[in-house]
């Protein structure tokens, strides 16, 4: 059994089943950048009987003002609509979104798809509060059945042993 659990910080391959994982994501990066950007479509699209596409350029832009950094590349300062047409555009794979601009883009929509698409790229889910206190609870639970069954076994070769001496 593979008890790997994938961080955001480190990535090292475990075992057969994450090699198999990271075969089927290379087969696929090559539309990597293409669905990436029809998910964020369709996050927009979500957000956009509320938000037009020049209010969350707006608000992009306040959101990277506001926290200090920087959501295009080269020397522009300040996202466009223009920039934003050519980050959505999923035939467009020359213009793809930098890192910082899918978070900021997150934040303005209010939406994690982008990020649970990425993650069940590389075959990880995301969790929200609920689900992690259940996966916790499991955990915990299995684990408590497993000592249980360590001492049980201890047990019982302690009394073997017992039974032994005493003959």
């Not at 590389?122 to 929200?128: A, I, N, R, S, V």
Request: hydrophobic residues 40%; contains cysteine.
């Amino acid at each position: 059994m593979n008890n790997y659990q994938h961080s955001l910080f480190s990535f090292t391959e475990q075992g057969e089943g994450s090699q198999k994982a990271t075969a089927t994501a290379q087969m696929r990066i090559g539309g990597l950048a293409s669905t990436l950007k029809a998910c964020m479509q369709q996050a927009l699209a979500s957000a956009a009987p509320y938000l037009s596409r020049a209010q969350l350029v707006d608000r992009m832009n306040e959101i990277a003002k506001q926290n200090g950094v920087k959501i295009t590349t080269g020397r522009t300062r300040l996202l466009t609509t223009n920039i934003l047409d050519k980050w959505l555009a999923p035939n467009d794979t020359d213009d793809i979104p930098p890192l910082m601009a899918v978070e900021v883009f997150m934040l303005a929509v209010g939406s994690l798809a982008p990020l649970e698409f990425l993650a069940e790229f590389h075959g990880c889910k995301l969790l929200d509060p609920d689900e992690i206190l259940l996966f916790e609870y499991g955990k915990a639970k299995f684990e408590s059945k497993e000592r249980a069954r360590k001492l049980r076994r201890l047990e019982n070769d302690l009394a073997e042993t017992r039974i032994k001496r005493r003959r």
